[in-house]
């Protein structure tokens, strides 16, 4: 019997090469800020997009969320993806769009992902929408061309892997805690040329939020794509949605038969038991370098390979980092709750639960990942929770995940963040990134050095 | 430029190492330099922060040295371009004049990049990447055809068929697809009616 992967790329396949290459019939391409090399490529051969119907636009990476743009590059970012969608008719959630906000966020959100979809973005997040049961993966500018020159992507079928969660998550571990857990063990290339499906009982109890997280942090385990099999969660989370289909009932029917069959074939299986999974934190440059709040710094004297121990001292290096000391006496010098990772409504509200009557030691923003996201937060008083803890409530945007709007953390600075990258310099040159979930994040922002959210968690929530 | 490249069979030429895995396409080329035109130059934005310490050059890196001066083959860690899909880390190499990668693991999204724009992603072990490292700096001839990689010994790479057929070639994807077509025309109509809740209802 096929997996749930297995019958999102047959329903897509248009043709197979000898060589094993297959044409894709692409559902759905969401272009950005970032997709101007493509528009480029596509204008030099005098071509228009092909099917503007299923291309949707929406600026991200580079708006602003504090105030009108003042630097011209970046403003000239921004209009030039206003110009190019509409010279070619595809539909824009612009700047100061009621239904603007993160890709990753707002395309589920309005239902323009559907289960059943075949999805790209120029954006290595695009994995994403997975979570619905699509099949999405991020692209190349040349590829972004290709696309919109022929709503088609050639492609070769991935390997199928399957990582079961097992049990049930404890108190104050969230979806960015399971998926940091499978990348530390598996590493930032574990799950290279893979198609990975999140499975198990923790999978199936997770909300739309908690496996968009899943899926988005797929790419940093190296995944080609990540998915989850649509379910009752899925389908009640949809319905009602601006784009969701007329004819809902009858599309559940069909999604509802993508899950993979009780006897398909994996190519790969890992099986991780949710008692051993604990609120994470990273402590070095790579996803990978993932460890429990409760541990201690890695030393790379320990290490047992040399090359391994170099890397290590590097990273620590990088960050500020004494080898050997807990990672909960690791000051911070700001907070940032944002990105396709972790800014739903779902993530705020974890966030604001630990913060709520209390004040946070360090500065700090919150993002929400569109603008829908911030006018329910606001609905719900979450922004009274966030102001009066101290912390800044700006727009909706990619922020300072990526700083490509000018949302920088400065050389030097320590950041516990809610993004899907440590890198060097992600979040700015010289820039030391520690990721976790939002909940975590609060938690640092309330003692100023990295914590264990369950304590907090305590009483509440 | 992006658009056709031209294809190659051959390419001989220095080989630089980088001993440093996870290099990151954020390494490769930071956010901040992406909203330049391509026309410009993307050759100078080549793992800028890397190299440098604060505005000067950083005179241990690797790159900074003599001997890596008009390199055109990297040779580097594991896990080499993960991260972002941005494009701009290929055409930072390309335009550093960088025609091949070596390395025991690249980015999945990065090696398609790369042999968009003609710069081939090499696949070698561990303990071959270590070797070719060591052997820095050397002139390496790599050969597409017998998928080897020659300079004082022979060390053979692993390459998808269908990219190795594209380098050689020098295919250009949009030509290739259109050739097909009245293939995609008809998949369209059996989408739709399969599943016309792709189109969205505006």
């Given at each position: ?28 391409h969401y272009v950005h800020e970032g997709s101007h090399h493509g528009f480029r490529a596509l204008a030099a051969r005098g071509m228009t997009v092909a099917?503007?119907?299923?291309t949707?636009g929406?600026a991200d990476h580079y708006v ?5 743009v003042s630097d011209p590059d970046i403003a000239r970012m921004v209009q030039t993806l206003q110009d190019n969608t509409a010279t070619q008719?595809i539909?824009l959630?612009g ?25 790209v973005c120029g954006d290595s ?13 991020g692209i190349g500018a040349t590829e972004v061309a290709h696309v919109l020159a022929t ?247 990619c922020?300072?995940?990526v700083g490509m709007n000018g ?18 310099g992600?979040?700015?040159p ?32 | 430029m992006t658009g056709p490249t031209k294809g190659w069979?051959?390419h001989?030429g220095?080989?630089a ?6 290099i990151d396409t954020d390494q490769i080329i930071p956010a901040r330099f992406m909203s330049a035109p391509r026309a410009s130059g993307y050759g100078r934005f080549l793992l800028h922060d890397l190299r440098r310490?604060?505005d000067?050059l ?5 790159l900074?040295?003599?001997?890596a001066q008009g390199a055109s083959i990297l ?6 371009g993960?991260g972002s899909s941005r494009e701009a880390a290929v055409y930072a190499l390309v335009d550093a004049g960088f025609r091949v990668v ?5 980015g999945?999204i990065f090696a398609g990049n790369a042999v968009n724009n003609g710069l081939l992603p ?44 594209k380098l050689?070639n020098g295919w250009d994807d949009i030509d290739l697809t259109a ?24």
């Amino acid at each position: 019997m096929r997996a749930l992967f297995d019958k999102l790329w047959d329903d897509h396949v248009i043709l197979t090469r000898d060589d094993g290459a297959a044409l894709l019939w692409v559902d759905r391409h969401y272009v950005h800020e970032g997709s101007h090399h493509g528009f480029r490529a596509l204008a030099a051969r005098g071509m228009t997009v092909a099917e503007p119907g299923l291309t949707v636009g929406v600026a991200d990476h580079y708006v602003p969320t504090r105030g009108p743009v003042s630097d011209p590059d970046i403003a000239r970012m921004v209009q030039t993806l206003q110009d190019n969608t509409a010279t070619q008719g595809i539909r824009l959630f612009g700047l100061g769009h009621p239904g603007q906000g993160i890709v990753h966020v707002m395309g589920p959100e309005q239902g323009l992902t559907l289960p059943g979809m075949l999805v790209v973005c120029g954006d290595s997040h695009t994995a994403t929408h997975g979570a619905l049961g699509a099949y999405g993966f991020g692209i190349g500018a040349t590829e972004v061309a290709h696309v919109l020159a022929t709503q088609t992507i050639w492609q070769k079928k991935p390997a199928r892997m399957r990582i079961t969660f097992t049990g049930q998550a404890g108190s104050g571990v969230g979806a960015k805690d399971i998926a940091l857990a499978w990348i530390a063990r598996l590493g930032a290339d574990g799950a290279r040329g893979h198609a990975v499906e999140y499975a198990g009982d923790a999978v199936r109890a997770l909300s739309v939020a908690g496996r968009l997280t899943l899926c988005n942090l797929s790419i940093e385990g190296g995944a080609r794509t990540g998915m989850v099999a649509p379910d009752q969660v899925t389908f009640d989370w949809l319905r009602g949605r601006p784009f969701a289909p007329d004819d809902f009932d009858a599309a559940c029917e069909q999604w509802a038969a993508l899950a993979s069959g009780p006897d398909a074939v994996f190519d790969r299986e890992v099986t991780i038991d949710m008692a051993d999974v604990a609120p994470i934190v990273t402590w070095g440059t790579s996803p990978e370098d993932a460890l429990p709040i409760t541990a201690t710094i890695p030393d790379p004297a320990r290490a047992t390979d040399p090359a391994e121990a170099a890397r290590i001292a590097q990273a620590l290096d990088y960050m500020g980092l004494t080898a050997g000391r807990p990672l909960d006496s690791v000051a911070v010098d700001q907070v940032f709750i944002g990105s396709c990772t972790n800014a739903r409504i779902e993530d705020l509200r974890a966030a604001a639960a630990v913060l709520a009557g209390r004040k946070a030691r360090v500065p700090g923003m919150v993002s929400p990942g569109s603008a829908l996201v911030k006018a329910q937060a606001e609905a719900e008083g979450l922004d009274r929770i966030f102001i009066d803890a101290g912390l800044e409530w700006v727009g909706a945007g990619c922020s300072m995940c990526v700083g490509m709007n000018g949302d920088l953390v400065a050389p030097g600075k320590r950041c516990a963040s809610s993004t899907n990258r440590n890198f060097r310099g992600r979040q700015g040159p010289g820039a030391r990134t520690h990721l976790m979930s939002p909940a975590m994040v609060a938690a640092a922002a309330v003692t100023g050095h990295l914590t264990d959210v369950r304590p907090l968690l305590e009483g509440r929530a | 430029m992006t658009g056709p490249t031209k294809g190659w069979t051959v390419h001989q030429g220095r080989a630089a190492a980088l001993p440093i895995e996870n290099i990151d396409t954020d390494q490769i080329i930071p956010a901040r330099f992406m909203s330049a035109p391509r026309a410009s130059g993307y050759g100078r934005f080549l793992l800028h922060d890397l190299r440098r310490d604060g505005d000067a050059l950083r005179p241990d890196f690797p790159l900074n040295h003599t001997a890596a001066q008009g390199a055109s083959i990297l040779i580097t860690r594991r896990n080499f371009g993960g991260g972002s899909s941005r494009e701009a880390a290929v055409y930072a190499l390309v335009d550093a004049g960088f025609r091949v990668v070596i390395a025991p693991s690249f980015g999945d999204i990065f090696a398609g990049n790369a042999v968009n724009n003609g710069l081939l992603p090499a696949r070698v072990s561990e303990a071959q990447a270590e070797a070719l490292l060591a052997s820095c700096p050397a002139t390496l001839t790599v050969d597409l055809d017998s998928l080897s990689i020659v300079g004082a010994d022979s060390t053979p790479f692993a390459l998808d068929p269908v990219w190795r057929q594209k380098l050689i070639n020098g295919w250009d994807d949009i030509d290739l697809t259109a050739s097909h077509g009245a293939a995609i025309t008809a998949f369209a109509a059996r989408r739709r009616r399969a599943a016309p809740w792709v189109w969205p209802v505006a």
